[in-house]
């Protein structure tokens, strides 16, 4: 699965072919030991668990990275190389 991002801890991934959630976009963030699937459009978390805090900075991320994160959707059903997406900072 392709990381597309990296901060304070937390990684961020995308599947190119994955079946789960109906299609749904969406992407995966990983903290320690938890990890969630995060739907693109409502960033409502819509499997797994993050801690408070890193819940909180992938939503902060996304939020500002919405639009770069459904051009990496675009790409990843086509099974393209999806696109580095610029950390938190």
Do not use: C
């Not at 976009?25 to 459009?41: L, V, W, Y």
Request: charged fraction near 15%; hydrophobic fraction near 45%.
């Amino acid at each position: 699965m392709p990381r597309i991002s990296f901060f304070y801890g937390i990684t961020i991934k995308m599947y190119h072919n994955e079946v789960h959630h109906l299609g749904r976009p969406h992407f995966h963030a990983g903290h320690g030991e938890h990890e969630a699937t995060i739907d693109i459009q409502t960033l409502a978390i819509i499997a797994g668990t993050l801690p408070a805090t890193a819940q909180r900075l992938v939503t902060e991320w996304a939020q500002a990275h919405q639009s770069e994160l459904l051009e990496n959707w675009t790409l990843a059903r086509a099974h393209q190389p999806l696109a580095w997406i610029e950390p938190l900072s």
